[in-house]
C-alpha cells in the first residue's frame, strides 16, 4: 500500500534561517507531489506542484522553493525564512494521469518562525 | 482560476443533531470530494462524488455531486464528538493537477 512520510512534524526556527522539509511517497512510482500552506485556522493553499524529477510549477510567487531530486522526494526548502512563512505545511501525493481520485496528504509540518 | 465557496465557515452544533454544509463553484467540475481534518492532521477523504446528481453515502456522511457541477453538499447524521474537525470541499477537472479547494468549514460538536 501507499505510505506518505512528511517530517519534521514540528519546527520552530528563526527568522532568517534556513529551511527544509522533506515528504517522500513509498508504494508507488511517479506520482504527482504538492506541498500546500495552511495559515491558522484557513484553507489550504497551493505552493508547488511536480509532475517528475526536476519538474516543478509554482503557484504562487513568495519566499520558498521546491526540489524533487528523486521519483518519490519532495523537498521544501527557503535560503532566508521571514515571520510570514509561519504556517503548517502539508505534503500530498496523486496517481498520475488519474485524474478524480483526489490527493493523499501526509500529516503536516507545523512551521513557527520566531 | 475556478474559485469554491464553502459554508458555513463554522459550526456549532449539539451531539446528536444533523450537519450539512456545502459548496458552490462558478465553474463545473468533473469530481468533487470532501475531506475532513483532525487537529494537527493532513486532510483525509471521506468521499469522492463523480458524475452529476450522483448521491454517496458513508456511514453517517452523505454527499451529492450537483447536477449543475458547480455544487456539492455534505450532510452528517446523528453528529458525535469525534465528528470535530475542519471539513473541505474540493473540485478537480480533467486535469489532475488542478483540484481547488474551499476554505473549510469548523465544525464544532458539544457534549
Known amino acids: 500500500s501507499q505510505t506518505i512520510h512528511q517530517w519534521p512534524a514540528t519546527l520552530v526556527q528563526p527568522v532568517g534561517s534556513p529551511l527544509s522539509l522533506e515528504c517522500t511517497v513509498e508504494?508507488?512510482?511517479?506520482?504527482?507531489l504538492y506541498w500546500y500552506r495552511q495559515a491558522a485556522g484557513r484553507g489550504l493553499q497551493l505552493l508547488f506542484y511536480?509532475?517528475?524529477?526536476?519538474?516543478i510549477s509554482s503557484e504562487v510567487p513568495q519566499n520558498l522553493s521546491a526540489s524533487r531530486p528523486q521519483d518519490r522526494q519532495f523537498i521544501l526548502s527557503s535560503k532566508k525564512l521571514l515571520l510570514s512563512d509561519s504556517g503548517f505545511y502539508l505534503c500530498?501525493?496523486?496517481?498520475?494521469?488519474?485524474?478524480?481520485?483526489?490527493?493523499?496528504f501526509g500529516s503536516g509540518t507545523r512551521l513557527t518562525v520566531v | 482560476g475556478q474559485q469554491l465557496n464553502q459554508s458555513p465557515q463554522s459550526m456549532f452544533i449539539q451531539e446528536g443533531e444533523d450537519v450539512s454544509m456545502n459548496c458552490t463553484s462558478s465553474?463545473?467540475?468533473?469530481?468533487w470530494l470532501w475531506y475532513k481534518q483532525d487537529p494537527g492532521e493532513g486532510p483525509v477523504l471521506l468521499i469522492a462524488l463523480y458524475k452529476a446528481g450522483e448521491l454517496t453515502s458513508n456511514g453517517r456522511l452523505t454527499a451529492q455531486f450537483g447536477i449543475t457541477r458547480k455544487d456539492s453538499f455534505l450532510n452528517i447524521s446523528a453528529s458525535i464528538p469525534s465528528d470535530v474537525g475542519i471539513y473541505f470541499c474540493a473540485g478537480q477537472s480533467l486535469n489532475n493537477n488542478d483540484m481547488r479547494f474551499g476554505a473549510g468549514t469548523r465544525l464544532t460538536v458539544k457534549p
Open positions: 465553474s463545473i467540475f468533473n469530481t
Open positions: 511536480s509532475v517528475g524529477i526536476g519538474q
Open positions: 508504494g508507488t512510482s511517479n506520482p504527482n
Open positions: 500530498a501525493w496523486s496517481v498520475e494521469h488519474r485524474a478524480g481520485y483526489g490527493y493523499t
